[in-house]
C-alpha cells in the first residue's frame, strides 16, 4: 500500500527554524512536493523535489533522499503567518496521480 | 491568471439527499482532479481527468458518487445519496506539466456538511 507519514504538530517560536519530516513508501516516484494549507483554505505550493538534494527557495528548503524514501521542509526565521498545516505529497505515477500525507500542524508563537 | 473556481462555497444537506459541485479549472489545463478532505486529514484522490478522459477513479466510492468533465473544461461531483462520512472539504485542483515539473493548483474548495 501506500503510507506517507509525517508529525501531527510541531511549535516553534517567531524567528526560529523549524523542520517537517516526511517519510513515504509508495508504489511509484515522481517527485515530492511540499503544499502549505492556513486554516480554512486550500493548499498552495511551497516546493517540488525530485532528485535527491536540497532546493531552496527563500525562507523555505526541501530536502529529498530516494534512497532513504525521506524529505524535509526547513522553514527558517518563523513569521506568524507561517501557522499552517505543511503537507507532503507523493507523486506517485507519470500520468500525475498524487498522493498526500496527513500534514503537520505548526504553531508559531510569539 | 485567474485560478481554480469552484462553487458553492459551502452546502448543508441532510443524509440520503443529493448534491453537486461545480470547478472550472485554469485556462489550458489537461488535467483535474478532485480530493475529499475529511478534518485532519490530508487530500485523498476522488478521481483524475486527463481532458475528459478518467485517467484514475479507483477511490471514487462509484455506489454513490460520480463525477464527469464534459469538453475537457468544466467538471461536476455529485454524490447520490449522501451519508453523514460525506462531511468533508472537496477541493477541485488543476495542473499543467511545465519541462519535468507538474504543479496542482487548488480552488477554495466546497464545504459540505451532511446532517
Known amino acids: 500500500g501506500q503510507n506517507i507519514d509525517q508529525p501531527t504538530e510541531m511549535t516553534a517560536t517567531e524567528g526560529a527554524i523549524v523542520q517537517i519530516n516526511c517519510t513515504y513508501q509508495?508504489?511509484?516516484?515522481?517527485?515530492l512536493f511540499w503544499y502549505q494549507q492556513h486554516a480554512g483554505e486550500a493548499p498552495t505550493f511551497l516546493s517540488y523535489?525530485?532528485?535527491?538534494g536540497l532546493e531552496e527557495k527563500g525562507r523555505f528548503s526541501s530536502f529529498l533522499s530516494r534512497s532513504k524514501g525521506y524529505s524535509y521542509l526547513l522553514l527558517k526565521e518563523l513569521q506568524m503567518k507561517d501557522s499552517a498545516s505543511y503537507l507532503c505529497?507523493?507523486?506517485?505515477?507519470?500520468?500525475?496521480?498524487?498522493?498526500f500525507g496527513a500534514g503537520t500542524q505548526v504553531v508559531v508563537t510569539p | 491568471e485567474a485560478g481554480v473556481a469552484q462553487s458553492p462555497r459551502y452546502k448543508i444537506i441532510e443524509k440520503r439527499q443529493s448534491v453537486a459541485f461545480w470547478c472550472n479549472p485554469i485556462s489550458g489545463h489537461a488535467t483535474l482532479y478532485w480530493y475529499q478532505q475529511i478534518l485532519g486529514q490530508g487530500p485523498k484522490l476522488l478521481i483524475q481527468f486527463q481532458n475528459n478522459g478518467v485517467v484514475d477513479d479507483s477511490q471514487l466510492p462509484k455506489d454513490r458518487f460520480s463525477a464527469e468533465r464534459l469538453k475537457g473544461v468544466d467538471s461536476t461531483l455529485k454524490i447520490q445519496p449522501a451519508k453523514l462520512e460525506d462531511s468533508a472539504v472537496y477541493l477541485c485542483?488543476?495542473?499543467?506539466?511545465?519541462?519535468?515539473?507538474?504543479?496542482?493548483?487548488f480552488g477554495p474548495g466546497t464545504r459540505l456538511l451532511v446532517l
Open positions: 505529497a507523493v507523486r506517485v505515477s507519470s500520468w500525475g496521480k498524487f498522493q
Open positions: 485542483a488543476s495542473s499543467k506539466l511545465t519541462g519535468s515539473v507538474e504543479t496542482q493548483y
Open positions: 509508495t508504489s511509484g516516484f515522481n517527485g
Open positions: 523535489n525530485v532528485l535527491d
